[in-house]
């Protein structure tokens, strides 16, 4: 988009279509969107069944995939718009689909195991990611959180090789000590620490109370879970079961992490796609931005939303986060014709074509786009 067409945009009018976009949304929505997310959370459920059902045959990556895709379903497709408070005013739903109740405390292993907490990623993602989009603050930056390695000497090779390699482990190695990191320096503010510190180092140090905090509520928790608990239940079966559940659970945890990052990273990088040195300062900018700032992927049947984990609907979840999964199959191609009315570009192409444009930039090879704002 060029700075001409991104300054021409009617801010005001676009933000009263959008708002019209979503108030008929908001009446349409109802039960029928309630039991739309139990669906997708019992194709998630069989998931894991028939992974777990055969995965103490042998180690078997049929096994690990259908594992994998019960956890992709419970972040992506659960977890993810229930946090987003998604499903906290429809009447005749479950309250334990409620942002009040979902994974709270004990029910964390119920509703949602993984290696955060729900209160880190409610504060990195819900507040941080989505309020601050393209900027700086925005903890999801490609761009930025790369910098140290699209300036390195590295050959151009080996920077790739450090990408691939680090989408099999991310969710551990990045998401997890970032979502705590970004909660403990929001408590600090909140205490009065106009200058929290929070080393890089420290995060993981059983040493420092951030490093303990993160041991405690996070990894152990989680690792446990996964790593020692469920595959302790096959042990009548016998220790090759257990062991043969085991090597399958580490194996779905590579396939999660490749799977939610080549459909999260390329959400919101690319050449074509903006970032931002300031906030916005109107709802009509706040819209352009999410749409400026996102892609979408193919949409359309549940089916295939699922294994997107719906996150294919990346511009209509950046507009409305707290609106219910099925209801962005409503409200998609309304959007797409608002784009086209103001002339905004809607990014929508197939996913290994975003991720590619993703990994340029994480790499160095490309920049995201920025425009100058007067």
């Known amino acids: ?9 009617n801010r005001e009018q676009l933000a009263k279509d959008i708002t019209a976009i979503h108030q008929q949304s908001l009446a349409d929505t109802g039960i029928a969107d309630f039991e739309h997310l139990t669906k997708m959370e019992k ?4 998931c894991s069944i028939i992974g777990y059902g055969t995965a103490w045959i042998f180690p078997n990556p049929f096994a690990a995939l259908l594992i994998s895709q019960g956890s992709f379903t419970r ?10 408070r998604a499903y906290d005013k429809i009447e005749g739903g479950d309250k334990n689909y409620t942002s009040k109740t979902f994974a709270q405390g004990w029910r964390r292993f119920i509703d949602w195991p993984d290696w955060f907490t729900m209160a880190g990623w409610h504060h990195e993602h819900n507040v941080l990611h989505h309020y601050s989009l393209g900027e700086k603050a925005d903890p999801n930056n490609a761009q930025h959180n790369m910098e140290w390695l699209r300036q390195s000497s590295l050959p151009m090779w080996s920077r790739y090789l450090i990408v691939a390699a680090f989408a099999g482990i991310w969710k551990i190695v990045y998401y997890t000590p970032r979502t705590h990191k970004e909660l403990c320096l929001h408590s600090a503010r909140q205490q009065g620490e106009t200058k929290p510190a929070m080393s890089r180092l420290g995060a993981w140090s059983v040493f420092t109370k951030q490093g303990r905090a993160l041991w405690l509520h996070s990894i ?36 999660t992490n490749i799977h939610s990052f080549v459909v999260m990273i390329p959400n919101h990088a690319g050449d074509d796609v903006m970032m931002f040195d300031e906030k916005s300062h109107s709802k009509g900018e706040f819209y352009l931005r999410q749409i400026l700032g996102s ?12 294994f997107y984990g719906w996150l294919n609907y990346q511009i209509e979840h950046h507009l409305w986060p707290d609106m219910p999964l099925s209801q962005y199959q409503k409200v998609q191609p ?3 014709a608002v784009c086209k009315k103001h002339n905004i570009p809607y990014l929508q192409q197939s996913v290994f074509k975003r991720l590619r444009k993703a990994v340029d930039v994480m790499v160095g090879k490309t920049s995201m786009l920025k425009p100058v704002v007067v």
């Open 43 to 46: 194709w998630g459920k069989i």
């Open 220 to 255: 152990l928790p989680y690792g446990a879970y996964r790593f020692v608990l469920l595959p302790l239940l096959f042990l009548p079966l016998g220790s090759f079961a257990a062991i043969s559940v085991l090597i399958n659970s580490l194996l779905a945890e590579i396939f």
């Open 75 to 84: 972040w992506t497709q659960v977890g993810h718009p229930t946090v987003h």
């Open 295 to 306: 892609v979408n992927y193919p949409t359309g049947s549940n089916f295939n939303n699922f």
């Open 334 to 336: 309304q959007v797409e």
């Open 1 to 9: 988009m060029s700075l001409h067409s991104y300054q021409s945009v």
